[in-house]
């Protein structure tokens, strides 16, 4: 396991994260538990949660076991959770308000039960809220201790920059990560979102690093999903679903990966999620598992190194293609400067 900074902060972190959406509600506790001791055992440290994951139900049950390690296990760990959409159905119990993210982080500490959690992060951009109220309050938690850091999750790139902006000109701490959906599936994020981390110091988390599954090779091309996986007991599930997602690309895609796997003599999970870790700007990827084989099978890509060759074509397969403009190759040359005449 690698470690690496939070953006530009001094807290370091495993480049491997703990996705912890399915406790509660797909895994069991006692599995749960299993997880994070695997997780830890491995060199592991970073441990991403959410207040509505299961209900609450993903906090308590990380809570639990915190109180069941010893010391010098839980001190390990960099605890991160988020607050933003509703657990209730009050007025104010949702959004980015002082109102709802105070009540929304003291019952992530009492779920979690601790006193502080080390990166709280909004989980998604509210647009009825200014973002000097929100992070106001984000600089108050800071103060009394309650966080240590602050990032943001599923933020484009321009609310990424005006979030940096406007702490500067609150004269705050800005954000120190940015938590978005990336795979060899989803490059999208290549075109903005990724340069305005760079620009801004901030490191990203990247979630699904599988596409929902689909880049561990268990879904066929022309075979509807059936059984126990997420597709095969609803097909239309989200952005992973099966007649959503099983386009050309997809196909094209899996078919590389499975060759790269075949060829290292790796599962294609491995080199999926080695492909998303060795990204510009990434500081760790979200390993989100059901059962602990899957876990097991995800952290082994913490060492896997991809050849030149290898990631050149996985990008090649997974490329875009793009209209000339603006991200296409028109656009991009407009936006080059290459010095010539001996200067």
């Not at 790139?157 to 004269?171: C, E, I, M, P, S």
Request: include cysteine.
């Amino acid at each position: 396991m690698d470690y690496r900074t939070l953006g530009r902060s001094g807290c370091a972190v495993s480049n491997l994260a703990l996705g912890t959406m399915t406790f509660g509600v797909e895994t069991g506790e006692l599995d749960a538990h299993r997880q994070l001791d695997q997780f830890v055992s491995a060199g592991g440290t970073l441990v991403d949660t959410a207040d509505v994951y299961g209900a609450g139900a993903s906090e308590e049950i990380i809570g639990r076991w915190l109180t069941a390690r010893p010391a010098d296990v839980t001190e390990r760990v960099v605890l991160a959770t988020k607050g933003r959409f509703p657990m209730n159905d009050s007025p104010n119990g949702v959004g980015l308000s002082a109102v709802h993210l105070t009540r929304a982080l003291d019952g992530s500490l009492r779920r979690l039960g601790v006193d502080a959690v080390d990166l709280y992060q909004l989980h998604a951009f509210d647009p009825w809220t200014p973002l000097e109220e929100t992070l106001r309050t984000l600089d108050g938690f800071v103060r009394a201790g309650k966080i240590r850091y602050y990032g943001l999750s599923n933020f484009t790139g321009w609310q990424l920059t005006k979030a940096v902006h406007v702490a500067q000109a609150l004269n705050v701490p800005g954000p120190v990560t940015l938590q978005p959906q990336y795979s060899l599936l989803v490059r999208e994020i290549e075109w903005e979102i990724v340069p305005a981390a760079l620009d801004a110091g901030v490191g990203l988390l990247c979630w699904s690093p599988l596409g929902g599954g689909w880049l561990s090779g268990k879904y066929q091309r022309d075979v509807r999903p059936t059984g126990a996986t997420r597709l095969g007991e609803d097909p239309g599930r989200g952005m992973e679903a099966y007649d959503r997602r099983g386009t050309e690309r997809t196909w094209r895609i899996i078919d590389v990966v499975r060759d790269i796997a075949a060829r290292r003599g790796v599962s294609m999970a491995e080199v999926a999620v080695a492909w998303v870790t060795a990204r510009p700007g990434v500081t760790s990827t979200i390993l989100g598992a059901r059962t602990l084989e899957q876990l097991e099978t995800n952290l082994r890509a913490a060492d896997l190194q991809l050849s030149r060759q290898e990631t050149a074509e996985l990008d090649a397969a997974s490329d875009l293609r793009s209209a000339d403009y603006p991200y296409g190759e028109l656009g991009l040359e407009q936006r080059s400067r290459t010095l010539t005449g001996g200067r």
